[in-house]
T-cell receptor, first 109, second 117 residues
Framework: TQLLEQSPQFLSIQEGENLTVYCNSSSVFSSLQWYRQEPGEGPVLLVTVVTGGEVKKLKRLTFQFGDARKDSSLHITAAQPGDTGLYLCAGGSNYKLTFGKGTLLTVNP | GAVVSQHPSWVICKSGTSVKIECRSLDFQATTMFWYRQFPKQSLMLMATSNEGSKATYEQGVEKDKFLINHASLTLSTLTVTSAHPEDSSFYIC?????????????FGPGTRLTVL
């Protein structure tokens, strides 16, 4: 069984601060997705990384896939209240996704 | 692109009744659709995987006779919760994979909130 350990589970910060969320596994994944989910809605795909060492940027969000394709990180610069939500990492293998437990981020104004 | 819809968005039913939830991919064809269950402030729990024209594959511990899945076409999958009980109350979310892509990307519907009285 593949597992993805996501940390931290909860994060409450002030507007303007930076933060990093981590996803780690002992398994190799063919791809790694990051999703953001707001209460009462479905997850929205933010990014997909597929190459070891790959770095993708989406405005203030930077995503990195580990060289061995076992881990990933999400870094948010100058967080804003609109970034508040549940961030989920998901490792792709065969046709399924293995989800981390999520990071509940609250950005206080 | 890659829009997935779910209907209904919420439903309240009496214990013992059955509820059907529809999942549609609106602007693409989906080789595979997935059904998840989510409890408050928790991650998604995969219930089953459905492929068009074949039987669904259920995850361990999920009762296939209770959660009936039908994948009638490349754009429609349905989940029927049979003889619902209060413990079935949850947020149910479907997702779909695009036929032409191979990166395991899944696009999620907005979810259905089921409350069983």
């Amino acid at each position: 069984t593949q597992l993805l350990e996501q940390s931290p589970q909860f994060l409450s910060i002030q507007e303007g601060e930076n933060l990093t969320v981590y996803c780690n596994s002992s398994s190799v994944f063919s791809s790694l997705q990051w999703y953001r989910q707001e209460p009462g809605e479905g997850p929205v795909l933010l990014v997909t990384v597929v190459t070891g060492g790959e770095v993708k940027k989406l405005k203030r969000l930077t995503f990195q896939f580990g060289d061995a394709r076992k881990d990933s990180s999400l870094h948010i610069t100058a967080a804003q209240p609109g970034d508040t939500g549940l961030y989920l990492c998901a490792g792709g293998s065969n046709y399924k996704l293995t989800f981390g437990k999520g990071t509940l981020l609250t950005v206080n104004p | 692109g890659a829009v997935v819809s779910q209907h209904p968005s919420w439903v309240i039913c009496k214990s013992g009744t059955s509820v059907k939830i529809e999942c549609r991919s609106l602007d693409f064809q989906a080789t595979t659709m997935f059904w998840y269950r989510q409890f408050p402030k928790q991650s998604l729990m995969l219930m089953a995987t459905s492929n068009e024209g074949s039987k669904a594959t259920y995850e361990q511990g999920v009762e296939k006779d209770k959660f009936l899945i039908n994948h009638a076409s490349l754009t429609l999958s349905t989940l029927t919760v049979t003889s619902a009980h209060p413990e079935d109350s949850s947020f149910y979310i479907c997702s779909a994979q695009i036929l032409e892509r191979s990166y395991n990307e899944q696009f999620f519907g907005p979810g259905t909130r089921l409350t069983v009285l």
